[in-house]
């Protein structure tokens, strides 16, 4: 058994899937993973399926019956997994936008030195890769907008790949958590925040897709930049 795991939410990846899962599975630190599907057509869920014949005792599935958004998706991981001793639990992307090999420094840095740890695109300079500019600067300055509005001395407020402490999450209401699109991100940040929890920053490179499409929306995009305001406000009459 091992004290970490990560959830990998997923949506018409059968392109990745594999490679990713064996990636992590090849780390000298034990992880377990969960994917967390939503019904993919392309049968994302049974290759994974397959693959836990080979990972029985590592590799775990929980199939949604339809698409129904990233936040909700991991509310559903991280519930999963505090049912479970996993002292260590981490948010990634399944497109390899985040390099598995980072794991085990979010993992290190978690362990000695903070609570929630987030592998961050612009905490020294902008390290993205493969992103049009439009999008850089979209992601880049939607950042420095929660910011703004939050007060979160965090660089990169949008980021999907983190390492929380079991305790974090078990001081976060997860019923109450509104948001489910890239939004989800930032409310996980200020709520860990409104706790009290040490948040720290380490940088890495993230990079775009190669194979698949985005998931990003213009409602997403919408949610995040008028749900910030509302979040904000709602934080000064409580803080669940």
């Known amino acids: 058994m091992t004290d970490a795991v990560v959830i990998i939410p997923t949506y018409n990846e059968i392109d990745n899937i594999e490679t990713l899962l064996r990636a992590i599975f090849s780390l000298d630190k034990a992880f377990h ?8 057509p392309d049968l994302t869920a049974q290759k994974v399926i397959t693959l836990k014949r080979e990972f029985s005792d590592r590799l775990f599935l929980e199939k949604r ?7 909700t998706a991991y509310i559903h991981g991280f519930q999963w ?11 990634m992307d399944a497109d390899f936008s985040h390099n ?8 290190d840095t978690c362990q000695q030195d903070a609570d929630m740890v ?35 001395k965090i660089h990169d407020t949008t980021a999907g790949f983190v390492c929380y402490k079991r305790k974090v999450l078990e001081a976060i209401n997860l019923d109450a958590v509104k948001f489910v699109g890239y939004a989800f ?8 925040h409104l706790k009290g929890f040490k948040i720290k920053e380490i940088p890495v490179v993230f990079t775009d897709r190669s194979r698949g499409e985005s998931k990003l929306s213009n409602g997403i995009i919408s949610e995040a930049i008028f749900g910030v305001i509302t979040m904000k406000l709602k934080s000064l009459f409580t803080k669940q």
């Open 33 to 40: 993973v969960l994917v967390i599907d939503d019904n993919s």
């Open 65 to 71: 019956t339809s698409k129904q958004g990233l936040g």
């Open 81 to 91: 997994c505090l049912k479970r001793q996993y002292n260590y639990i981490f948010e």
């Open 100 to 107: 598995p090999k980072d794991l085990k420094t979010l993992y």
């Open 118 to 152: 987030i592998g961050s695109r612009y905490v020294k300079g902008v390290n993205v890769v493969n992103w049009p500019m439009s999008r850089v600067l979209l992601s880049y300055l939607a950042s420095k907008y929660v910011r703004l509005i939050t007060g979160l």
């Open 185 to 192: 991100q930032i409310e996980m940040k200020f709520k860990t």
